[in-house]
């Protein structure tokens, strides 16, 4: 059974709502002839053995219904952890079943929602591969909510007295989204360019009234591995002939595939043409058939969101306070580089009225403050494609569509377990790019791309809890400030542009992240002994409570971001993450006093303050014996 989208949640006492798993639908046979497989008959018990193993003791003959899941190293459902499952066998791995269609010889499929949810968890043996999946009933519009707070993919609702509709999508199952995520078809790929190697990007598409329609190409989101097992993949599957039945264009020669491998993308929204904007590659879909890869009837475009905007004419008083009415499409400029503006006029603070092209704006002014800050680091980019109150996602392969002057670096990253080709931004011309690409936050790495192993500074960032007040902020800053001075470590503070403060100490890039996170530990436990009612180590917020500082240290670990000097955040009033002189770190003080309109005046008149961070590093030998004295 299958279900159809939706796009607003909503409260229904004859509704059910689940978790929308981020994973590969499979069905179980369990009993004397057991199997395990995808909905085009795939296998699935050589590809995921501890599930198919767990799945081998349940007491009863079944048919279950259900997803196999993977979670990431933050405990959430995750496709491209599950994609790299058989080269890290460790991955925590769950089959949750949502529904029973047979049961000890008889079919279940002409009962209830309901009945056969009933049936299942009575029936089904969990343990810690197999997990009846929970719902709630009634309350969608909550339970939505606390999908998005806890960054899922969305939820289903089913109707509670509806059948099993076996393979019809149905409106009595329903896919509410939160990320922008859908499957497409790969048709073909283009040649690479520059260091590239295999392919430049994928090219997509999706079936309209059974003729395959162009949806866009996507060049990002591959590491080496799975850019070759992709190549691989197509190599078999190339012909002569498009299988468009209007060939697109593209930028450079393309070679077409019979169009049979399915993909899963993440995007950040649709044209009027229901070609996806920015869509990067989060995995292959082997557990779905190509034909089923359908535009949907009630999809929403671009288009059609900016015509229902647009019969709201109190928006247009509500956010003209700041709009800049820019050109909406304009170029820039910069050296031999020229950087295109698009969608000036979108708005991206729709409380403050403050637009794309004000975003630009500020980091066209800011370039030569906050470039020193990003120069030869790679950059972890999180884009608000929908402003500050849609959803984002983190961008950090550079990939094929990237202006060719870009520069970029193959780097190992300890958190994806898997080589990243950073965008390095090191001119305005790419700053303005990240901008575009409405990356409203710069996270650089600690370290520089000549000296990865050794951090330019140590951070210690000040976070507190729900209901710790900014002055008790200042006063944790100020007691950070007492532990170095009294060490001989000089320090220098800046807002976070959020909630918290950061106070950091040049390291000249002279130790390495082990020696570095080291005294950034020692410092944390000297700051909780000066203020233990108010200050912790404890980094889960749960066992902290929301009454304590939790006084960071771990941002010194290795492939550790934080936002960078300079940088604008996707708060409310557009914050901005800004240097401080240690005088006016005193009870009146607040983030909200830096934005992108008083930063740049701010900057005019003082300078760089914060610069000797990148300077002469410490002693820290030196530190260390002052504190043990």
Avoid at 102 to 121: A, D, F
Avoid at 249 to 275: D, G, Q
Avoid at 545 to 555: A, F, S, W
């Amino acid at each position: 059974m299958l279900a159809s989208l939706s796009s607003q949640p909503f409260n229904d006492p004859d509704w059910i709502f689940e978790i929308k798993w981020d994973g590969y639908r499979a069905i179980a046979e369990t009993g004397s002839h057991f199997r395990l497989y995808s909905r085009n008959g795939l296998s699935f018990s050589e590809k995921f053995p501890p599930v198919a193993t767990a799945l081998q003791n349940q007491e009863h003959d079944m048919i279950l219904d259900g997803e196999i899941v993977a979670y990431n190293e933050n405990n959430l459902p995750d496709f491209q952890t599950l994609q790299h499952f058989g080269e890290n066998p460790d991955t925590p791995l769950v089959y949750q079943v949502f529904d029973l269609l047979y049961l000890n010889g008889h079919s279940t499929t002409s009962l209830s929602t309901i009945e056969r949810k009933e049936l299942l968890k009575e029936a089904l043996a969990e343990n810690d591969f197999v997990k009846y999946c929970e719902h709630v009933e009634q309350r969608g519009v909550d339970f939505f909510n606390a999908a998005k707070e806890n960054n899922l993919e969305g939820i289903i609702a089913k109707r509670a007295t509806a059948p099993y509709s076996v393979g019809k999508r149905s409106g009595d199952w329903l896919k509410i989204k939160h990320h922008n995520t859908e499957e497409a078809v790969i048709a073909g790929f283009t040649a690479p360019r520059g260091s590239r190697k295999k392919f430049g990007a994928l090219i997509l598409g999706r079936y309209k009234d059974k003729k395959l329609v162009y949806a866009g190409h996507t060049g990002t989101g591959f590491d080496q591995q799975s850019l070759t097992k992709v190549y691989d993949q197509l190599q078999p599957l190339i012909t002569k002939k498009s299988p468009f039945d209007i060939t697109p264009k593209t930028n450079t020669p393309a070679t077409w595939v019979r169009p049979e491998l399915v993909c899963n993308i993440k995007f950040s929204e649709l044209t009027k043409e229901h070609i996806f904007r920015h869509p990067v590659f989060m995995g292959l879909r082997i557990d779905k058939p190509a034909k089923e890869v359908t535009i949907p009837k009630n999809e929403k475009t671009m288009a059609t969101i900016k015509k229902a905007e647009g019969k709201k004419p109190e928006a247009k008083s509500r956010t003209a306070k700041h709009a800049n009415n820019l050109e909406d499409n304009r170029t820039v400029k910069t050296g031999t580089k020229e950087v295109k503006l698009t969608n000036q006029n979108k708005m991206y603070w729709p409380d403050e009225g403050y637009t794309k092209g004000n975003l630009v704006n500020y980091y066209e002014k800011m370039h030569p403050y906050i470039l020193p800050y990003l120069k030869n680091r790679p950059e972890s980019l999180n884009r608000f494609p929908n402003g500050i109150k849609g959803s984002s996602f983190y961008h950090k392969d550079a990939g094929d569509t990237a202006p060719d002057w870009v520069e970029s670096v193959e780097i190992y990253s300890e958190s994806t377990q898997k080589n990243v080709d950073y965008i390095i931004c090191n001119d305005k011309a790419t700053l303005i790019y990240l901008a575009i690409l409405v990356c409203i936050e710069m996270y650089p790495l600690n370290s520089t791309v000549n000296k990865l192993e050794y951090p330019t500074y140590m951070i210690i960032d000040i976070d507190p809890s729900g209901k710790n007040t900014f002055d008790q902020v200042i006063d944790t800053a100020l007691a950070t400030k007492q532990v170095l001075d009294e060490c001989g470590a000089t320090s220098y503070c800046k807002t976070s542009g959020a909630s918290g403060l950061h106070v950091f100490v040049p390291m000249g890039n002279k130790y390495d992240y082990e020696q570095v996170k080291t005294f950034a530990h020692l410092t944390a436990m000297k700051i909780t002994e000066l203020l233990p009612d108010i200050t912790t180590l404890e980094r889960n917020l749960k066992k902290r409570g929301n009454r304590k500082i939790y006084v960071d240290y771990l941002q010194n670990r290795k492939g550790q971001t934080i936002a960078s000097a300079y940088s604008v955040r996707p708060k409310k009033g557009a914050t901005v993450s800004a240097p401080l002189d240690w005088k006016e770190v005193k009870k009146g003080l607040h983030p909200s006093q830096f934005d992108i309109n008083t930063v740049p005046k701010r900057v005019t008149r003082l300078g760089d303050i914060f610069k000797p961070v990148l300077g002469k590093g410490i002693d820290i030998m030196k530190c260390l014996k002052k504190m043990e004295e």
